[in-house]
């Protein structure tokens, strides 16, 4: 394995990150929040659209504004330079944001989603040794589903690097640009989340090599979070306890009802970029998430040590000590 120790997302310095985290905060302002049109972060979506986070901010007097992103690195761009109070994000944004401003920068105050995440091959691949001399996909280099990637590849004794180079080449790329890739013939598998996975299935004609829960304890991984700015949790322990009220208020309303938060969620992602998920699509997807408050902490300390292992990040002493603070949510869920 021939990996540089470099940082794998592009982030604002961090002495800016911490200078920023120093500015005055507006108590009165309408709490910003980020997400991304994908329906792992349905609990976003939906509370968005039911209005369940603003009906908490309107009891406070507060307003809401949405912010939807594409990709991670600018989401958390925005959280840590305050152009954000709260952002739904993967697990390994969250960790690099937390190392990147050294533990003072951001806290994890709840999950979003666990599961959906699937190595999809072409049909003629059907072991890992298969592989060998092809090139693959993953979203971002040194994203959650990169690292898992590259993980697994090593694991089965292949080399890796960051240039696409070794026995089977990663390319990390867009994941509207994989499913045409894949389509195309040019890679022969992508290891991508939800709606992707079942998008490379359906309209790709694809199969699943690896389930991604058959590599975690109880099959359970963090797919998704809601991370706040750390200085928001004291300057507006209000509003982000409110956020989190309309939070799990969204995730009781989609384990209660699926049906329709299917069709609100889709609705939402249409709004957002256009166009909406097939039916078909949105259905078998759905069924390979989890929507849970629950940010399986054991599993992002893992995501940190695989990420460390890779040369992506330099493991810190304390590991994630810091980066949780749930008491916010276990207070909002018990009432």
């Known amino acids: 394995m021939t990996l540089s120790r470099r940082s794998f997302l592009v982030l604002v310095p961090a002495a800016a990150t911490l200078a920023a985290c120093g500015q005055g905060v507006d108590a009165k302002a309408p709490l910003k929040l980020g997400f991304f049109p994908n329906i792992t972060h349905a609990l976003a979506l939906a509370g968005v659209e039911r209005g369940l986070f603003k009906a908490e901010l309107d009891k406070l007097g507060l307003g809401l504004e949405t912010f939807p992103f594409n990709a991670g690195p600018a989401a958390i761009e925005a959280l840590l330079s305050g152009a954000l109070d709260a952002t739904y994000v993967g697990p390994n944004p ?3 944001a937390f190392i990147k401003s050294k533990g003072e920068g951001v806290r994890v105050i709840a999950g979003a989603a666990t599961g959906g995440a699937y190595f999809v091959v072409r049909p003629e691949i059907n072991t890992a040794e298969d592989l060998r001399g092809k090139t693959v996909a993953s979203p971002q280099l040194g994203g959650t589903q990169d690292v898992a990637l590259r993980g697994w590849l090593i694991g089965k004794g292949f080399t890796v690097d960051e240039f696409g180079g070794g026995d089977v080449g990663v390319m990390p790329q867009e994941n509207a640009q994989t499913l045409e890739s894949f389509q195309s013939g040019q890679i022969a598998g992508a290891w991508v989340p939800e709606p992707w996975a079942t998008r490379l299935i359906v309209e790709g004609g694809g199969k699943v090599l690896v389930d991604e829960r058959d590599l975690w304890p109880q ?56 166009k909406a998920l097939p039916p078909a699509v949105i259905d078998r997807a ?10 399986v902490t054991e599993a992002m300390a893992e995501n940190l ?31």
Do not use: C, M
């Open 94 to 96: 969250a960790i690099n």
């Open 219 to 274: 099959g359970r991984y963090t797919t998704t979070v809601l991370l706040v700015r750390a200085d928001r949790l004291k300057a507006r322990a209000d509003a982000v306890k409110a956020l989190l009220r309309g939070h799990v208020a969204a995730e009781r309303w989609i384990a209660a009802e699926p049906a329709q938060a299917k069709e609100v969620v889709n609705a939402a992602i249409k709004k957002i970029t256009g």
């Open 286 to 295: 759905w069924q390979n998430l989890q929507f849970t408050s629950d940010p």
């Open 305 to 335: 040590q695989d990420a460390a292992n890779l040369g992506f990040i330099k493991l810190p002493p304390e590991g994630l000590d810091g980066l949780f603070a749930l008491e916010l949510l276990r207070e909002v869920e018990k009432a």
